[in-house]
């Protein structure tokens, strides 16, 4: 089944919504954070001051966000548009990650150096595959999520039937009754286990047992901190679907009241 020329257009403009925050984020984050971050971390001016821990905090935050950001485009495009642009959506967002990685290594380098080329070909350029790859894992595993709720929920996950429509708004921001709600949640979750597995492995292979409270309190903050940016995106995602169907509705009107006046 074909999209409508409505649906057509909508679909258009949300894909270049979607290439345009991934582009103006790894701008951002390239251009303005990074270099400001390997600055403030690497001068002996600012080693254990609050500043630093900001820096290290905000770095944290700014790669939870490119995902969340991310995973909220692919619940709209899914339950929108159907699974088959949710797979084409996935390389757009490979494409993303990778062009992030890469601005994020030139920045490092124009701030702290150039390595030799050998460097460059044999290890910069694997990490950045290894890293996207990743990366795409995670944001595949997430559209098999969404696939397998829109299928729950009685969708025709090829062409799409508007879940989005069907059930937006929830009644509340924690409904989740309502499948949209469960579509915010469960990108979150992942990312958020995917993150507190890679501190477990960190800490013991690197870091080891707690040696003092101290410690044993950091390493908890650590792990609480993980499960609050579960929540944080959960938020942001459900945000993002309200803003965007607020537009929906907005543009279904003047699309309606442009289709009156041409038929007039």
């Known amino acids: ?36 971050y390997l600055f403030i971390t690497n001068d002996v001016l600012f080693q254990g001051t609050v500043l ?14 490119f995902f969340w950001v991310s995973f909220a485009f692919l619940v709209i495009v899914v339950t929108r548009f159907g699974t088959r642009s949710g797979v084409g959506l996935l390389g757009l967002f490979a494409g993303g ?3 992030y990685h890469a601005l994020d290594i030139l920045s490092g380098y124009l701030v702290m150096g150039f390595p030799s080329a050998d460097v460059v070909l044999s290890d910069v350029l694997i990490g ?20 397998l709720i829109a299928a729950k929920a009685g969708k025709d996950h090829a062409t799409g039937s508007n879940l989005f429509l069907r059930a937006m708004p929830p009644q509340s921001t924690l409904d989740f009754r309502n499948p ?6 469960l ?5 958020g286990l995917s993150k507190i597995a890679t501190r477990l492995y960190y800490d013991f292979a690197f870091i080891g047992a707690p040696q003092g409270i101290v410690d044993a309190f950091w390493m908890i903050t650590y792990y609480l901190a993980d499960l609050l940016a579960i ?11 309200n803003r965007y169907y607020m537009s929906e509705i907005r543009a279904k009107e003047r699309y309606g009241d442009a289709g009156s006046s041409e038929r007039a």
């Open 1 to 36: 089944m074909q999209l409508s020329e409505f649906d057509a257009y909508r679909k258009k403009k949300t894909l270049n919504q979607f290439a345009c925050a991934l582009l103006g984020l790894s701008l951002f984050h390239a251009v303005i954070f990074h270099p400001l």
């Open 52 to 65: 630093a821990l900001l820096f290290y905090t905000l770095s944290d935050l700014f790669s939870y966000v």
């Open 97 to 99: 990650m990778a062009l």
């Open 128 to 147: 950045i595959l290894l890293v996207t790859f990743l990366d795409a894992c995670l944001f595949g595993a997430s559209l098999l999520v969404l696939y």
């Open 180 to 185: 949209m709600s469960m579509c915010a949640l």
């Open 187 to 191: 990108p979150s979750v992942i990312l």
């Open 231 to 241: 929540l944080l995106g959960y938020l942001l995602i459900q945000l993002m679907l």
